[in-house]
């Protein structure tokens, strides 16, 4: 079976690993200041906070600026839950907003719409890697005095105007999962060009301790340390960020090839009758995912590529659909129709040229039935 995604891992990452071990510090400490150096290189960022997930990178963002009870997040239905989840723990409530059907990025239009009084954060969510309208979206955070935090899970490498997302803007959180761009097994970051609300995030994200744990155990043997504020156990550990500093070393590589994919896909599937294929950047994208819009027979084509020894993915079901988050629902007119459409075909770095000739000549036959 051709899987969907799959991290391209090896022995480098091993070998990283196991000089933590050999240190014996597993926590947080040097290889995690030094993925945070890194990751801020290569952004051109202003301060990075590492943390062990994309969702607590959300949730501390969210908390660090003091979301709360009765404030307003303006985000779009179609993302994974945990854009939507750490929201909710912060007890805000989600407004959904409707996406563009070409680049399933949020509509910058149809946010400007659903502002209210109690609105406090836009959330922008960079699907498939590519960067969502952001002039609009900052000009109008700047005009309303609201927060953007954009949940960048998708775009680590991509850039806008010149420069990479997490360089500019109010805050971006990133994921490095196993099958994001880069992986640290699990981990996240955060981004921001505001100093004192990295201290904050930098506190936050070990339980409102107000000295990292290199400074307390490992340096200067200083053991006083003070609680100031409601905290997690959020920050990243030497382990994972080993993996994930000889994944950045892999960046380019795994971009390009993912690239070179998209292009083939592209030219191979643009103007096929049925079939829609997503607006691109190819110059400005890191490419997280690939997706098709088949306009009627979605769940059969999934069933054939399968046949074929072919996974995909839809991503996503909609929030609003979902149980939980029923209460939010609201009128989506774009989201409800493309969701319905939306195939993720295999897309990663390690993919041989002869799976991605399958993927390809899958399709047409599905398309000549
Ligand atoms: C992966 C992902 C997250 C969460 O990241 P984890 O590291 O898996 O917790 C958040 N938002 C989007 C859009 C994602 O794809």
Known sequence: MIQVQRPSIGDEELAEVKKVFDTGWLGMGKWVFDFENRIKEILGAGNVVAVNTGTTALHLALDSIGLKEGDEVIVPSLTFVATIQAIVACGAAPVFCDIDGDTLNMDAGDVEKRITARTKVIMPVHYGGLPCNMNEILRIGKEKNLTI?????????????????????????????????????????????????????????????????????????????SVNMLGFRYHMSNINAAIGLMQLEKLGRFLNRKRGI?????????????????????????FFSYILKIESKRDEFIDFLKSKGIDSGVHYIPNHLQPFFEKYATELPVTETV???????????????????????????????
């Not at 998209?262 to 890191?286: P, Q």
């Not at 319905?340 to 039935?369: A, G, N, R, W």
């Open 149 to 225: 935090v954009e949940d960048a899970a998708h775009a680590f490498g991509s850039s806008y105007n010149g420069r990479k997302i997490g360089a500019f803007g109010d805050i971006t959180c990133f994921s490095f999962d196993p099958i994001k761009n880069i992986t640290c097994g699990e981990g996240g970051a955060i981004t921001t060009n505001d100093y004192e609300l990295a201290q904050v995030m930098r506190k936050k994200r070990i339980l409102g301790i107000d000295k990292d744990t290199w400074s307390r155990f490992g340096q200067k043997r200083d053991w006083f340390y």
């Open 262 to 286: 998209v292009e083939r896909y592209d030219k191979a599937f643009r103007g096929l009758s049925g079939i829609g294929i997503l607006r691109k950047d190819y110059e400005n994208t890191a």
């Open 339 to 369: 969701w319905k459409e939306i195939v993720t075909l295999p897309l990663y770095p390690d993919m041989s040229d002869d799976d991605v000739d399958l993927v390809i000549s899958s399709v047409l036959e599905f398309c000549k039935q």
